[in-house]
């Protein structure tokens, strides 16, 4: 609904989903039925990311080819904002503590039982913050390294991208470590309610235009900033300047 307020099309793509989507309407790119437990083994294996990475890039080159000149991010997944913290926390150097915040609503026991396992997926694992890919295929996700892999597209077909919240924003982290030419790419529409939400706009050096305690994911952000961009757009290329209107300075 809000991307059709904001005239935006969608194109959804299953890379990960733990259930079948087939004649959905959904792009079928399904690389494993959900992502794995990190306390258990890794969240992927290394071609499993890379694979997901691949799907991203191709989805990049559709929108390319359809013309797209404004891309924007969101997700479907549950548990995303453990696999997004621990993503932040390896890639930023910030302890788990800091970056981890209540996702979908747990009450303390819960938030503290969720740092736990974010400290220990870690500590297992032991995630290189130098290799983008290692990171996402340790502690990551299907979800966050197909975003990672649709932003390194973007940035090869130049078409400007907007993060939506913290989920989107931990794949942006992994996309610019790989390649920091992405970064430029980059457009923040809103800062998360979620901890690490600002954190990681700030790792990135972006600058979000909403301040509106959104933690909802999901595209709503991204969604919000269309409408924003085509004003902002309007009136600079179409608003008149005091000179021209003839109106005397101070």
């Known amino acids: 609904l809000m991307a059709a307020c904001a005239g935006a099309e969608v194109l959804p793509v299953d890379v990960g989903i733990a259930a079948d989507m087939t004649e959905t309407g959904i792009l079928d790119r399904k690389i494993a039925w959900g992502t794995r437990d990190f306390l258990k083994e890794p969240a992927m294996t290394r071609k499993e990311a890379v694979k997901a990475l691949e799907v991203g890039i191709e989805a990049a080159g559709i929108l390319y080819e359809k013309g797209c000149d404004l891309a924007g991010t969101g997700e479907m997944g549950i548990g995303n904002t453990t696999t997004s913290s621990a993503v932040i926390s390896v890639l930023t150097g910030l302890d788990p503590e800091v970056v981890t915040g209540r996702g979908a609503g747990l009450d303390h026991a819960g938030l ?4 736990e396992v974010i400290k220990e997926g870690i500590r297992i694992h032991r995630p290189d913050p130098s290799d983008g890919i290692d990171v996402l295929s340790k502690v990551g996700g299907l979800d966050l390294a197909a975003l990672t892999g649709f932003y390194l597209g973007c940035a090869y077909w130049r078409i400007p991208v907007v993060l939506d919240g913290l989920i ?18 980059l457009l923040a529409s ?17 600058k979000a235009a909403i301040h509106g305690e959104m933690c909802l994911g999901e595209g709503t952000g991204a969604a919000a900033l269309f409408p924003l961009l085509d004003m902002a757009a309007a009136v600079y290329g179409q608003m008149e300047s005091f000179e021209e209107i003839h109106v005397e300075q101070y």
């Open 112 to 115: 503290k039982r969720k740092i």
């Open 168 to 185: 989107t924003g931990a794949a942006a982290l992994a996309a610019v470590k790989l390649s920091p030419a992405v970064r430029d790419y």
């Open 190 to 206: 809103h800062v998360s309610a979620e901890p690490a939400g600002a954190m990681a706009l700030e790792a990135l050096g972006l």
